[in-house]
């Protein structure tokens, strides 16, 4: 019995540190969605409305914050900063929900975004993409 200890010990002395090491699970890489799609920085311009008058070189960032759902930075104070579930239909990516316009055409103009956010009217193209992970 004592013998056998002491043989288990020694195995165990010899293994190397990998070996106690925790493994972690492989995963998949998850698939890519809406949210993914339409990430990355806009710059365009605020339409005139009712709360002020045109405004040039706005920048917006849409990021993703979930499954097909992103947030909405902008350079300006009419924009304020919002979360918005997508959806596709037809060819297009539009908000899913809520009161809020968020428009991609995939197809026709697919760098093109259009938004609509408290009342103030947002067009512009995309000027660069997130770094991929």
């Not at 998850?30 to 005139?48: E, F």
């Not at 499954?67 to 297009?92: C, F, G, Q, Y």
């Amino acid at each position: 019995m004592l013998r056998l200890l002491i043989l288990t010990i020694a195995a165990a002395a010899l293994l190397p540190p990998a070996a106690y090491a925790e493994t972690k699970p492989i995963t998949a890489p998850r698939k890519a969605d809406l949210a993914d799609r339409v990430a990355g920085t806009y710059k365009g311009d605020i339409i005139s409305d009712a709360r002020g008058s045109s405004k040039s070189g706005i920048t917006i960032t849409v990021t993703r914050t979930g499954p097909n759902k992103v947030e909405i930075k902008s350079s300006h104070t009419r924009i304020p900063t919002v979360t918005i579930p997508l959806e596709k239909a037809m060819d297009a990516i539009l908000a899913a929900s809520g009161p809020y316009v968020f428009l991609l055409d995939t197809v026709r103009s697919p760098d093109r975004l259009d938004l609509t956010i408290d009342d103030a009217s947002w067009s512009g193209n995309r000027v660069a993409t997130p770094a991929k992970k």
